[in-house]
């Protein structure tokens, strides 16, 4: 038999028994199944590479179940403190302050740094080397020369191309630098996604916005739309644990449940309200000038993660049960739409009984790999009925649902497969109508900045477009 042959025989082969392990051995779900099975008999090599590098089941991975298992014990610790049932508790002592700028944000989130008293933890995936990052940094070292205790907590992955000179301010001030999951040639999954931000314990910040130039508006995609929010009350306690976890699990130098770090009680009323009318609200908004912004007292938040460690896609879950719910209408804005299978026929399903239906995505995109699979899907979905948006102003960012005028959602993770069962994510679940109508406010203000997607041009779209979104959608399940 001739060399070449042999060859041609041993890849089919190998290839044959790669199928087997990924069917029977990672045991994924039928689509993400089929999908590798087309990309590696496409790719015979490259495919089997490909999968080492980004396809392998993060819930297999002993180092996952390891952080599961200290997730779970210091959960035990702060439960025994009374501090809350579990990370998932809903509180309805909050104030919500909602920042549609990233401009805003960063100027708040810079005053409330420059009121810290006790700590500061800062919780990215990207922090950008240009003059935003690094004057986000110099104001760090600035507070921990100051004496403050100050952690900042950056993504391997997202912060790979970041210079290393970038931290060393903070680092030479005392400040703590963590790095989640520094990036290997066979791991670039399994990214912390999450933008969490805890100051003092009694305000925290949770959205989209990264730090970089380009949140700021002034990247290459122009005006950058994104949602944000400064919270206080009971829901900043479970993003304090969720810091800590994540911590641990990045640094060597492990934090403990300290009761100094926290508020005493999830939901108990703050000693300086005393005297004050209407819901528990923290003294920290008195401190900060941003202020001035809507402030609405009184909302009842639940704090949901997900992420490899956790057993099930809880946010995934709680975007599924919200949509569910939906008597009215269902808003959503995400930069992108690769939904799995349930949430795509929960969204279908709602069109369909003849709820409002609307969807926002960027009409310019940063991937367009995934652009095409979005259209494709809403293409797909405005046939039941659903209204599509295309965002023209710039780059929208935002990670929002508003179901009913009543409740909605303000976090991390992107209405896409990659966040609800690859990366690390955290989002605030949020039952207030007045939250919820100014989110929608904004939502319909985008709409301005749209350009509204049509069945029939859709339907009309050249042949080009439809094989793009075709190949994409295929491949959907891996991204």
């Given at each position: 038999m001739h060399m070449p042959t042999l060859l041609l025989i041993s890849v089919f082969v190998?290839?044959?028994?790669?199928?087997?392990?990924?069917i029977f051995a990672q045991r994924r779900n039928t689509a993400a199944t089929w999908a590798w099975m087309v990309a590696v008999a496409i790719l015979p090599i490259a495919g089997f590479v490909i999968y080492m590098i980004i396809g392998q089941d993060s819930r297999k991975q002993k180092v996952f179940l390891v952080k599961s298992d200290n997730d779970d014990e210091l959960h035990g610790i702060y439960r025994e403190m009374g501090l809350g049932a579990d990370e998932d508790d809903t509180t309805e002592d909050n104030r919500i302050t909602l920042y549609h700028d990233g401009k805003k944000k960063f100027d708040a989130i810079l005053d409330d740094i420059a009121n810290a008293k006790k700590y500061i933890f800062i919780q990215y995936y990207i922090l950008r080397g240009d003059e935003v990052g690094r004057h986000l940094v110099r104001q760090l070292a600035k507070r921990a020369a100051d004496g403050i205790e100050v952690r900042l907590l950056l993504d391997g992955m997202g912060c790979a191309f970041t210079a290393k000179d970038t931290y060393q301010p903070l680092i030479d001030a005392g400040g703590k630098l963590g790095l989640f999951l520094p990036p290997v040639p066979v791991r670039i999954n399994f990214r912390n996604h999450r933008k969490l931000a805890v100051i003092d314990g009694n305000v925290a910040y949770i959205g989209g916005s990264n730090i970089g130039k380009e949140y700021l508006g002034m990247g290459e995609l122009g005006h950058w739309r994104d949602t944000h929010m400064r919270l206080t009350g009971g829901a900043v306690n479970p993003i304090l644990l969720r810091f800590i976890m994540d911590w641990n699990f990045a640094s060597e130098e492990k934090m403990q449940v300290l009761p100094e770090y926290f508020m005493a009680k999830a939901g108990e009323k703050d000693p300086g309200d005393a005297g004050k009318t209407g819901k528990n609200l923290s003294t920290a908004d008195n401190t900060n000038k941003h202020a001035s912004l809507p402030a609405h007292a009184g909302s009842r938040v639940t704090?949901?993660?997900?992420?490899?460690?956790?057993?099930?896609?809880?946010?995934?879950?709680?975007?599924?049960?919200?949509?569910?719910?939906?008597?009215?209408?269902?808003?959503?804005?995400?930069?992108?739409?690769?939904?799995?299978?349930?949430?795509f026929t929960c969204i279908r399903i709602a069109a369909l009984s003849g709820i409002d239906v609307r969807i926002m995505y960027p009409a310019n995109p940063d991937h367009p790999f995934v652009y095409w699979a979005s259209s494709s899907f809403i293409g797909e979905l405005m046939c039941a009925g659903v209204k599509g948006y295309a965002y023209?102003?710039?780059f929208i960012h935002c990670k929002t649902v508003m179901v009913d005028s009543k409740i909605c959602a303000v976090g991390t993770a992107n209405m896409d497969v990659r966040s609800f069962k690859i990366n690390f994510e955290?989002?605030?679940?949020?039952?207030?109508?007045?939250?919820?109508?100014?989110?929608?406010?904004?939502?319909?203000?985008?709409v301005n900045d749209s350009r509204e997607l049509t069945l029939e041009g859709y339907?009309?779209?050249p042949r080009r477009i439809k094989i793009r979104e075709s190949i994409s959608r295929l491949f959907s399940p891996l991204l």
């Open positions: 190998l290839n044959i028994g790669f199928m087997f392990i990924v704090i949901i993660s997900s992420g490899p460690d956790t057993r099930y896609p809880s946010v995934l879950h709680a975007f599924c049960q919200m949509i569910m719910g939906a008597k009215k209408s269902i808003y959503i804005q995400t930069p992108y739409f690769v939904p799995d299978d349930a949430l023209t102003k710039g955290t989002h605030a679940f949020i039952e207030d109508e007045a939250v919820t109508k100014e989110l929608e406010s904004a939502f319909f203000k985008d339907n009309k779209r």
